[in-house]
């Protein structure tokens, strides 16, 4: 079965590129869906026209054919038979067609390189064979017009990214959105290519996408490993982002205790001031992180700095500690029998052992909706069992409604999960997103059966907890890179705002938030 692999976006419009049975593919048949299905080989073969004579013969590995053809005058150069070749990994395929004068550096339909294709093919001999024919290691290729080298670093190939930079390519070359080797080594959290890049010179200061340099975006990810090499490498932990974000400051508004630890040990100001005036202390108090917090007062930070004017955050009081309740939440009775009418109204289905009711919905919505509830319960059941087991425990009743509001919401005491109907989207993404809000909605059941509570002081930690639930269940399903890149980003901005009940609360807060810069 063909695998789906995606290519990190690097700016602009997210790209996926398949071969015809491998990963992925130039030659005319680069797929602009960041979720195109994976078609099995055979069959795209027979639907491809174009894949005729040498290609055809390059594509199937035919040795024998390749050299028969070109005994009978085939142009090396027609058609895309070395792409292709390059691609599929034929190291023997690609040295016959250079040796019969096919031109390394020929620039396919779509804008695809040979030297793209065997980075894609994974297969650093391949690369060689191209090199030593006189392949340009500066070329840009399709997708995304990066260099071979950006391209090997974006996808993880460490035996091409030695091979290239061996072989002389710019360790600096740049994307047209910014990146650097280094800083997309940095975005997929690879510490071995990070190592090599910086051994062959990568500048540990130069600034990539959004101006920030690599230590500030591995502060923003997390990444402790990368951040000693940094460190290590020489970069500075006081370097500012746009907005006079430092370093610290980042890991502080993201909660990385264990990244805080090591830039305030190689020196970080943990009184360092933004543009506007705040701290990482009254960061780490307003996302409501204890651990950063006590961290940084024990590294000297100052908690009675106060940001000037309507600035928020402006100061930096201790979080308070969460705590269970000496009883669970409730709803109010006219909630429930409310509740009650509603769901005696809806039109009920048992779905893997959860009732299922839909109101307000025409019938041909209401088919699907239960459809995609049961879609859902089917990918926990099949790629997160304990999550899947968490929804039935937990949540009583869903009820699907079409009314204004959130995705989703859970009702104290009743431990009812309302889902707001959404179709947008294929089947696939409807039954993916549901099952995010049931784990989300899950969780808080879970946790308000425990006794914890709701207060607002506490509200960014328990939706934190509850984003993180969804996040380990998207990742467990294949071919979900863009939903859990989406979800990274809500837990990477989850502030007070995006909670507060009030829009008066919400306009309160001035000025870009940390996540836009960092």
Not at 507 to 517: E, K, M, Q, S, T
Request: aromatic share 6%; hydrophobic share 45%; glycine share 10%.
């Amino acid at each position: 079965m063909p695998k789906h692999h995606g290519l990190k976006c690097v700016g602009g419009r997210r790209r996926v590129g398949f071969f015809l049975g491998s990963p992925y593919g130039p030659c005319g048949l680069i797929c602009e869906s960041a979720h195109a299905p994976c078609v099995d080989p055979p069959r795209r073969l027979e639907r491809e026209p174009r894949l005729r004579g040498l290609t055809r013969a390059a594509f199937e590995g035919d040795l024998a054919g390749v050299i028969r053809l070109l005994r009978s005058g085939a142009d090396p150069n027609d058609g895309s038979s070395l792409l292709v070749a390059a691609g599929r990994g034929w190291e023997a395929v690609t040295e016959t067609l250079l040796a019969a004068g096919a031109n390394a550096n020929a620039i396919g339909p779509n804008g695809a390189t040979p030297l793209w294709a065997a980075v894609y093919s994974r297969s650093p001999a391949t690369l060689s064979r191209l090199l030593n024919a006189g392949a340009d290691t500066e070329i840009p290729s399709t997708p995304g017009q990066l260099t071979p080298l950006l391209h090997a670093t974006a996808a993880v190939f460490v035996d091409g990214v030695r091979v290239l930079l061996n072989r002389g390519a710019n360790v600096e070359a740049r994307s047209p959105s910014d990146d650097t080797a280094l800083t997309l080594a940095i975005g997929v959290n690879s510490p071995e290519l990070t190592a090599i890049l910086i051994a062959h010179g990568a500048d540990v200061e130069q600034t990539g996408q959004g101006d920030l340099t690599p230590l500030a975006l591995a502060a923003r990810r997390g990444y402790a490993t990368a951040i000693e090499q940094l460190l290590t490498a020489g970069a500075d932990p006081n370097r500012s982002a746009p907005g006079g974000w430092s370093p610290l400051a980042i890991a502080a508004f993201q909660g990385h205790a264990r990244v805080m630890r090591r830039l305030l040990s190689a020196g970080a100001d943990p009184n360092a001031l933004d543009a506007r005036g705040r701290t990482p202390l009254m960061w780490a108090s307003w996302r409501a992180f204890p651990r950063c917090y006590r961290l940084l007062l024990s590294h000297g930070a100052d908690a009675a700095l106060r940001a000037p004017g309507t600035t928020t955050p402006g100061s930096a009081p201790e979080p308070r500690i969460v705590s269970r309740r000496a009883r669970p939440l409730g709803i109010s009775l006219l909630q429930r029998f409310g509740m009650g009418v509603l769901w005696l109204a809806a039109r009920r289905s048992l779905l893997l052992g959860v009732p299922v009711g839909v109101c307000g919905l025409p019938s041909g919505e209401r088919r699907r909706s239960l459809t995609a509830v049961e879609g859902a319960l089917r990918l926990l059941e099949d790629h997160d069992p304990r999550a899947f087991v968490h929804v039935r425990q937990f949540l009583k009743r869903i009820l699907i409604v079409s009314v204004p509001g959130p995705p989703a919401m859970l009702l104290p005491a009743l431990h009812w999960c309302v889902l707001r109907w959404s179709p947008v989207g294929t089947d696939r993404e409807v039954a993916t997103r549901i099952a995010a809000s049931l784990v989300h909605e899950a969780t808080h059941a879970r946790l308000m059966r425990l006794r914890f509570g709701y207060e607002s002081f506490e509200q960014v930690r328990i939706e934190r907890v509850c984003v993180k639930a969804s996040l380990a269940y998207l990742q467990r399903l294949p071919d979900s890179m863009r939903s859990v890149r989406e979800l990274e980003l809500v837990l990477e901005r989850l502030d007070p705002t995006m909670i507060a009940a009030s829009s008066e609360t919400r306009r309160a807060f001035r000025g870009p938030l940390p996540a836009d810069v960092a």
